[in-house]
């Protein structure tokens, strides 16, 4: 099972980005997927997820700048992030937890997000 991220690269202070990650379909739609992130020097932390059905959760609920969400028809995963931050450069991963147990088994190879001026 492969996930691929796209959309990293490098902003300004106060920019935004759209990252996506792609998957199988036969993992996707029986998977809660999720955003980490891991920055230099720092732990992988969790991001946002959200569940089959679409319900959401962000591990910081003052990140009001970042949005999940995913598109079951294309088998995709998003996180629009805006007004960006120095401290939000990191790499980001996604990572799908399938039913039943939603523990998670797989997992992207990063796409990096650098917050620069």
């Known amino acids: 099972v492969q996930l691929v991220e796209s959309g990293g690269g490098l902003v300004r202070p106060g920019g935004s980005l759209r990252l996506s990650c792609t998957t199988s379909g036969s993992i996707f739609r029986v998977s809660a997927m999720s955003w980490f992130r891991q920055a230099p020097g720092k732990e992988r932390e969790l991001v946002a997820s959200?569940?089959?059905?679409?319900?959401?959760y962000y591990e910081d609920p003052k990140m009001g700048r970042f949005a999940i969400s995913r598109d079951n028809s294309k088998n995709t995963l998003a996180l629009q992030m805006n007004n960006l931050k120095p401290e939000d450069t990191a790499m980001y991963y996604c990572?799908?937890?399938?039913?039943?147990?939603?523990?998670?088994?797989?997992w992207g190879q990063g796409t990096q997000v650098t917050v620069s001026s």
């Open positions: 990572a799908a937890a399938p039913a039943p147990r939603f523990e998670y088994e797989y």
């Open positions: 959200t569940s089959i059905e679409g319900a959401t």
